[in-house]
């Protein structure tokens, strides 16, 4: 589904990520951990196409639910999101004067009319909100109020699970989804990734730097990002050994 090759990208001409080479395959979930400031958010902005961040070297094929192949990189924010792939964010964004229930509508029949689908009407809207809300158990009345405004730091994170349910991306590249909640809200948020995306259809890549996430979420692969690159690939034994050893020590051995 993903297939990142030798990839190398820049931020104000300062080189972050240098020769990161990565594939994920429909029904995976991959795990990248990693030290601070060793590129993780940095790889899920040149994926989602934030402005700023600059290819220099390398590819990125993605291959979306119609089958079709596509150069990521080609492609702008919209394209790729209305191709299969999600971006959730360590700090979502608040938008005052916007309702969720509005600014959901908005960004699933935008991404439908992008793949030529018919929109879904208000009804329709609701009746899939409603669910994947209780998926969440994030209560009814939380979509009607503005966009993220005065919510908590789990209660954003639950709102952008459901935002996730509603677009049902191919792929979801989660950044550091774990951040801030509690064990109450982790566990809901896990099992929302799981009910979501645990799929044979889809994949995810969960960055993150603890294991604690992954006692919910299970990934099939673990790999440590270190210095713009993947310097380590396992399986899931590899995140308790940096839970109880550190990154210092696992990544010497490596
Ligand atoms: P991580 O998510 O693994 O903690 P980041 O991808 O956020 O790491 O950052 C990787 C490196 O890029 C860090 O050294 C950080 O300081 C640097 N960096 C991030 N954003 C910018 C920016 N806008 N300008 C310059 N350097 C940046
Ligand atoms: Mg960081
Ligand atoms: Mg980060």
């Known amino acids: 589904m993903l297939k990142i ?46 402005p700023g961040y600059e290819v220099t070297e390398g590819s990125v ?30 700090y979502p964004v608040e938008i005052p004067g916007v309702s969720n229930v509005q600014f959901l509508r908005e960004a699933l029949n935008s991404q439908r009319k992008e793949r030529g689908e018919e929109p879904l009407s208000g009804g ?22 503005n966009v993220n405004v005065g919510f ?6 639950r709102n952008e699970m459901v935002q996730m349910g509603i677009l049902d991306p191919a792929l979801a590249v989660l950044d550091e989804t774990d951040s801030g909640l509690d064990i109450d809200a982790l566990k809901v948020v896990g099992e929302g990734i799981n009910a979501i995306m645990r ?41 308790h050994q940096l839970e109880e050893h550190g990154y210092d020590v696992v990544m010497e051995a490596a």
Not at 29 to 47: D, E, F, Q, R, W
Not at 63 to 89: I, S, T, V
């Open 61 to 90: 094929t993605f291959m979306g639910p119609d089958g079709k192949e596509r150069d990521l990189l080609d492609l702008d924010p919209h394209e790729r999101a209305a191709a299969g792939l999600f971006l959730g964010f360590q």
């Open 124 to 145: 329709e809207f609701l009746k899939l909100a409603k669910e994947k809300a209780g998926l969440l158990k994030l209560d009814m009345d939380m979509l009607k109020r």
């Open 5 to 50: 090759e030798n990839l190398h990208a820049e931020i104000d001409g300062k080189q972050i990520l240098n020769g990161l080479t990565l594939e994920v395959n429909a029904g995976e979930v991959h795990a990248i951990m990693g030290p601070n400031g060793a590129g993780k958010s940095t790889l899920a902005y040149v994926l989602g196409g934030r």
């Open 199 to 239: 799929k044979p259809e889809k994949a995810v890549l969960l960055i993150t730097h603890y294991q604690r996430l992954l006692d919910y979420v299970a990934p099939d692969h673990v790999h440590i990002l270190a210095m713009g690159r993947i310097v380590k690939s396992g399986g899931p034994e590899l995140a």
């Open 152 to 157: 908590s730091g789990g209660e954003k994170k």
